[in-house]
């Protein structure tokens, strides 16, 4: 996912360290459905959220798996629309369809 945004989203080079180092003060993940790892600083030129539909959970923290990984990479000009962002993060670990609609679309993609 690193290597996708890096390409994409003109990131820091200190991009993934930051990301690993975020994680190690906590786990990013939201529920045992999704996690959404970002880094500490605000440092990528263009907001994008690179998503992975997984075909099997990962185990992601000691003992939880999850299904789906948003990574997110925020420019400071757009931190104050994350807000919204959080609200549709939290959107998806509250509703049981859109889960199973999530997952769905892996196995469209997988099977195409």
């Keep these: 996912m690193y290597i996708f945004i ?5 990131i820091s080079p200190s991009f ?3 990301v690993f180092y975020r994680e190690s ?13 970002h880094p500490m600083e605000l440092n990528s030129i263009k907001t994008k959220i690179c998503v992975a539909l997984l075909e099997s959970p990962i185990e992601w923290n000691e003992g ?5 990984v948003m ?3 925020i420019n400071e000009n757009d931190y104050s629309r994350m807000d919204s962002i959080y609200d549709i993060f939290l ?7 859109i889960k199973t609609k999530l997952l769905d679309c892996f196995d469209i993609l997988a099977h195409s």
């Excluded at 890096?6 to 003109?10: D, G």
């Excluded at 939880?64 to 789906?68: A, D, M, R, W």
């Design 6 to 10: 890096y390409i994409n989203c003109s």
């Design 16 to 18: 993934s360290k930051s």
């Design 25 to 37: 003060l906590s786990s990013t993940n939201i529920d045992d459905f999704l996690a959404i790892p």
């Design 64 to 68: 939880i798996s999850v299904n789906i």
């Design 71 to 73: 990574m997110l990479a």
């Design 91 to 97: 959107n998806i670990i509250n509703n049981e369809l």
